[in-house]
């Protein structure tokens, strides 16, 4: 069995959202996204904040134990909510700041090579905190990869040239939607990574043959916002 090390998943996550927005010019910036009221500039700078955090928290190790791990982590976070909201909000005026959408992309390539750096040094029996929860490194690198590759997928629906998640970072999320779906359910076998990505998260709706294929479980979609 080939062992996944996070930091090279994280890496693959990050590669592929460069490889989406790096040629991308103002004009492909602006266009819509999945994320509702987001443009691709807008979800750059919400995933940008993402690597800004673990440039931060991989910097500053703390004690243990984990009170969260890499699946358990995502229960915290229902989608829908007011907090959620007003987030959404805060990124779009904060995008809106930048000169130009470029802008973005720039400091994207500047800071998400770094934080891959960082995951790279990073003691991999280590601690880290964000976001409340104190997680061992490689399921904090985990939840990294996973909220990268679900949004790599928010990112490409106006952009058909764009590439997909990677193979590697892919696994990883898709263990995530597989642990939050619990051993007492499975995926509909028709259902591709992507599809089961899409589904989970509630960017696709669930058919009424897939809720007869889940049975109880449909109702605990999506799995995440």
Known sequence: MTVTRHDEALAEAYDGITAVVGALDDADLQRATRCQGWLVADLLLHVLGDAQRALVALASPVDGPADVDDVSYWRGFPGGDEQAARHAWWIRRSASAFDRPTAIVRLWRDTAPAAVRAAGFADPDGYVTTQGHVLRVPDFLATLTTE????HLDLIPELPDAPPPGPRATSVAVSTMDGLLSDDAVRPAGWDDREFLLKATGRVSLTDR????????????????
């Open 148 to 151: 990268a590759v679900v949004h």
């Open 210 to 225: 897939d809720r007869l294929e889940l049975g109880e479980a449909a109702g605990w979609f999506p799995l995440l916002g």
